[in-house]
């Protein structure tokens, strides 16, 4: 079964760093198009960015262009998501999932095996 867990989040002053993972165990992660998704404290859960399979086509949420990058390692079956310039509008909890359709798809409903999450504060 596969499981997706996150790290890396925590609190930076805006203007600052940080570089999410995402990393896959029992099952190979290049078999799948892997999604990041953030949800802000009473708000809807809102899609970020999402990587092909082989890392070779990404697209991003306007909201994080320029600013967020994804990249994977499947030698590692890990999804990586540097996040520069932060800003407080970015605070949420950061989870990634993988993609069904296999399409890069922009709404929730594909995806599945949900990681728990990663939290990322943006505050000064």
């Known amino acids: 079964q596969l499981q997706l867990v996150e790290s890396g989040g925590g609190l930076v002053q805006p203007g600052g760093s940080l570089r999410l993972s995402c990393v896959a165990s029992?099952?190979?992660?290049?078999?799948?198009?892997i999604g990041w998704f953030r949800q802000a404290p009473g708000k809807e859960r809102e899609w970020v960015s999402c990587v092909s399979r082989n890392g070779g086509s990404s697209n991003y949420a306007d909201s994080v262009k320029g600013r967020f990058t994804i990249s994977r390692d499947n030698a590692k079956n890990t999804v990586y998501l540097q996040m520069n310039n932060l800003k407080p509008e970015d605070t949420a909890v950061y989870s990634c999932?993988?993609?069904?359709?296999?399409?890069?798809?922009?709404?929730?409903?594909?995806?599945?095996?949900w990681g728990q999450g990663t939290q990322v504060t943006v505050s000064s």
């Open positions: 029992g099952s190979s992660l290049d078999y799948y198009v």
């Open positions: 999932a993988v993609d069904l359709s296999m399409k890069c798809d922009i709404s929730v409903r594909p995806y599945e095996y």
